[in-house]
């Protein structure tokens, strides 16, 4: 790995998504729902920590190990999401965007893994 964890795409739109959700979670209907906003936070972050922790070791296999756990907290955020709509949170239309680019992050981070998975088989 020759790249700073900083430089890839996937990462920055993992702070996107962050930015977004933390925006959301500042809205009037979370006031209350503190376990529910510390939760999906926690995971939102976890994205773009765990490309970061990953690409530290300078090793592929521990990059895609890291990135796997990335993915699964990607998961984790849109579940919620769809948990803020079916909870009368907020409507589709306020978590369409932030729901989109999780999809989006999730199949970069897939691709980012087919990717290095190349590498380690050359």
């Given at each position: 790995?020759?790249?700073?964890?900083?430089e890839?795409q996937?990462?920055k739109?993992?702070?996107?998504?962050?930015?977004?959700?933390?925006?959301?979670m500042?809205?009037?209907?979370?006031?209350?729902?503190?376990?529910?906003k510390d939760q999906?936070?926690?995971?939102?972050v976890?994205?773009?920590?765990?490309?970061?922790?990953?690409?530290?070791?300078?090793?592929?296999?521990?990059?895609?190990r890291?990135?796997?756990?990335?993915?699964?907290s990607?998961?984790?955020v849109?579940?919620m999401?769809?948990?803020?709509?079916?909870?009368?949170?907020?409507?589709?239309?306020e978590?369409?965007?932030?729901?989109?680019?999780?999809i989006?992050?999730?199949?970069?981070?897939?691709?980012?893994?087919?990717?290095?998975?190349?590498?380690?088989?050359?």
């Amino acid at each position: 790995m020759t790249k700073s964890f900083e430089e890839f795409q996937v990462y920055k739109k993992g702070i996107l998504l962050a930015k977004l959700i933390f925006e959301l979670m500042n809205s009037q209907p979370f006031e209350r729902e503190f376990g529910f906003k510390d939760q999906i936070k926690r995971a939102v972050v976890s994205i773009t920590n765990n490309i970061a922790e990953g690409s530290e070791y300078n090793n592929n296999k521990q990059l895609i190990r890291y990135l796997k756990i990335s993915k699964g907290s990607c998961a984790e955020v849109r579940s919620m999401l769809i948990l803020c709509r079916e909870l009368n949170f907020c409507s589709q239309l306020e978590i369409q965007k932030s729901y989109d680019l999780s999809i989006e992050i999730s199949q970069n981070l897939s691709n980012f893994i087919k990717y290095l998975n190349t590498k380690i088989d050359a």
